[in-house]
């Protein structure tokens, strides 16, 4: 069972800096599609940003495109993600999830790997 641990959340002003980190418990994370999703209450988790087992191809929600930027480093086991020009709408708990696949995928249904999550919250 690949576990998944997040760090990085916390508090900051509209406009700063978060950067989330995702450990994972296996060595064959270069197999492994990773994904960032996150939740507020009230509503379904959303896709935030996804990123091939190689790093070579992501993809972002239209609302963070610009500013998030999602990356690993497979000798780390280590996905990350740079969140710059954070808004309040920004604010959730973040969640890192992974899945043995070559492809790149997107869809929360496609996951089996997930952390427990991380806080964010900006302040306006």
């Known amino acids: 069972q690949v576990q998944l641990a997040e760090s990085g959340g916390g508090l900051v002003q509209a406009g700063g800096s978060l950067r989330l980190s995702c450990a994972a418990s296996?060595?064959?994370?270069?197999?492994?599609?990773m994904a960032w999703f996150r939740q507020v209450p009230g509503k379904e988790r959303e896709l935030v940003a996804s990123i091939s087992y190689s790093g070579t191809t992501t993809r972002y929600t239209d609302s963070v495109k610009g500013r998030f930027t999602i990356s690993r480093d497979n000798a780390k086991n280590t996905s990350y993600l740079q969140m710059n020009s954070l808004k309040p709408e920004d604010t959730a708990v973040y969640y890192c999830?992974?899945?043995?696949?070559?492809?790149?995928?997107?869809?929360?249904?496609?996951?089996?790997?997930w952390g427990r999550g991380t806080q964010v919250t900006v302040s306006s």
């Open positions: 296996t060595r064959s994370v270069n197999q492994y599609a």
């Open positions: 999830a992974a899945t043995l696949s070559l492809g790149l995928l997107t869809k929360e249904s496609s996951f089996e790997h």
